[in-house]
């Protein structure tokens, strides 16, 4: 069972970022804006810390969120697609006129049980 997953659309997204970047992360903050959007990053350009909770793994991918925005996000699952237009971040996808976006579902029964004990 998982708590986050991905489209096939933007897991190809995620592979062409590795071939040409290596190990990335995925990260969500609980800032406003684009600082909502889960964006990815080079594995060394990103400082995670306590306020940083790992919901998964995505295409080899590590999917954390800020512990704060994972308040208003633990009663749901989600899954991290991708569109055409430009976010205002540092994101490795915005040179490619592209940006992730989350799409999110309340969790079964069954789910919440799970992740929410």
Not at 5 to 33: M, N, P, R, W, Y
Not at 66 to 92: M, P
Request: hydrophobic letters at 35%; one cysteine or more; charged letters at 25%.
């Amino acid at each position: 069972m998982q708590r986050i997953d991905i489209t096939e659309k933007a897991a190809e997204v995620v592979k062409q970022l590795q071939q040409k970047h290596g190990e990335l992360i995925f990260h969500q903050s609980g800032g406003c804006c684009d600082g909502s959007a889960p964006m990815i990053f080079e594995k060394e350009d990103m400082y995670l810390d306590e306020s940083d909770i790992q919901l998964g793994t995505i295409v080899d991918v590590p999917f954390y969120m800020n512990k704060d925005q994972f308040e208003y996000w633990k009663h749901t699952h989600l899954t991290v697609d991708i569109t055409e237009g430009r976010g205002a971040s540092f994101s490795l996808e915005i040179p490619l006129g592209l940006r992730f976006i989350i799409h999110s579902r309340i969790l079964t029964t069954e789910e919440d049980k799970y992740f929410n004990p």
